[in-house]
């Protein structure tokens, strides 16, 4: 089945869902309880779906850069020779001796060291090509929400400092030759600082062997979704300790905007509360985050009209909504619980990540050597702040 046929299935399903809701209600507007589990193996089915269309999305994706053409073809004379304009991380002499240190435990030939002293990064190991390095951050972009819709810069330091107006001046009504009220801007600081997270990527020395083993693509698929993983959960709920400050953090994260009157439910005004305790100018770029679990929550919701404050994406393409603004889940927002922050909205442009030039790896030999295997250190610097509080508001249940 392909992924429109699913989709168009999930959308029938999910009218079938909506109008079993209306006809099995009782006197009191509630469902039975077989009419409730009824709905709910109905809201099963439709979740399954939507997770369904996702893999086959991440496998279409991952098809077509699979079938990548791995090489250029020869366009000019064979008797012109290419000459290599890039230097450092960036040239070609340096991605062929990084690549042939990786496969290869023999020693490096001068030339190799030569070219590999541009990219040495004073822990024994080497900064990964420019370009590959590119490809490394651009599926990290892919793997996880929050990096896909924050504010991303590089820095060549691993100190970076953000000015941010703190509170705004204002105008004031003067009389006849009266004296101007002063009123200035005051300016804070955020401080971002450069936290290490690194993985060990394992691999047989019989792959490694293997010249046709496409050893880019398999570290490059492990990185994204290790260090992607530990991002996605750092950017939400890390303590900046050793880690970014993540939005839902007590100290520095989003402000709460709501808080439920019961522990562990919401309501559909409690939502809509929420929508408006973030500013309009914001609101107009704002998103929702929020776990699977709470989508399922919400989605018998209805404001004041009768009309469903969730609306799924029925069209390839489009995306699902909350009071008209788009929705994505992430495994790392917090369940529904007492005390528990477990809704973000607001614009993510406010969540600034600063990632540090150059992701390093480093081969290791000896460690896993027993078990035929060779063992690869990888690891990158960044962190992540919320810059301005206001923009991002937080639902957070009753304790």
């Known amino acids: 089945m392909t992924i429109l046929e699913l989709r168009e299935k999930r959308a029938k399903m999910w009218e079938s869902a909506k109008n079993f809701l209306e006809t099995h209600r009782n006197q009191n507007g509630t469902l039975s309880v077989e009419d409730d589990a009824t709905y709910s193996r109905m809201e099963e089915e439709i979740a399954g779906l939507g997770k369904e269309i996702a893999r086959m999305e991440r496998a279409e994706a991952l098809d077509s850069e699979m079938n990548r053409p791995i090489s250029k073809p020869i366009t000019e004379k064979p008797e012109k020779v290419q000459v290599d304009t890039k230097t450092g991380r960036a040239s070609e002499a340096y991605k062929k001796a990084f690549w042939k240190n990786t496969r290869s435990k023999h020693d490096m030939t001068p030339e190799m060291k030569n070219s590999l002293n541009e990219g040495l990064d004073g822990e024994g190991g080497y900064l990964v090509p420019d370009e590959f390095e590119t490809r490394l951050v651009t599926g990290l972009n892919e793997n996880t929400v929050i990096r896909s819709k924050a504010h991303v810069i590089t820095t ?195 969540y600034w990540i600063g990632d540090r030039q150059g992701i390093s790896f480093k081969r290791l030999n000896e460690l896993f050597a027993g078990n035929g295997q060779v063992g690869f250190l990888a690891s990158k610097r960044l962190d992540a702040k919320t810059i301005l509080p206001e923009a991002i508001k937080v639902l957070q249940q009753h304790a």
């Open 156 to 350: 060549s330091s691993g100190l970076h400092k953000i000015p941010v107006v703190a509170s705004h001046g204002s105008a004031s009504w003067i009389d006849e030759e009266g004296a101007y009220t002063e009123s200035d801007e005051t300016f804070g600081q955020v401080q971002l600082d450069a936290h290490k997270v690194g993985t060990i990527i394992k691999v047989s020395e019989e792959l490694l062997n293997d010249s046709a083993f496409d050893l880019e693509g398999y570290i490059a698929s492990e990185f994204t979704r290790r260090i992607g993983d530990k991002e996605e959960e750092a950017f939400l709920v890390g303590n900046g300790t050793g880690k970014p400050t993540g939005i839902l953090n007590a100290t520095g994260g989003g402000q709460v905007g709501v808080t439920t009157a019961g522990p562990t439910s919401i309501t559909a005004d409690e939502l809509i509360d929420l929508f408006y305790s973030l500013k309009a100018p914001y609101r107009k770029n704002a998103v929702w985050i929020l776990n699977d679990s709470t989508v399922k929550a919400i989605r018998k919701l209805k404001d004041s009209t009768g009309n469903y404050l969730l609306q799924p994406a029925l069209k390839d393409g489009e995306v699902s909504t909350i009071l008209g603004r788009p929705y994505f889940t992430s495994a790392y927002a917090p369940e529904i619980a007492a005390g528990a922050k477990t809704i973000i909205f607001g614009d993510l442009s406010y």
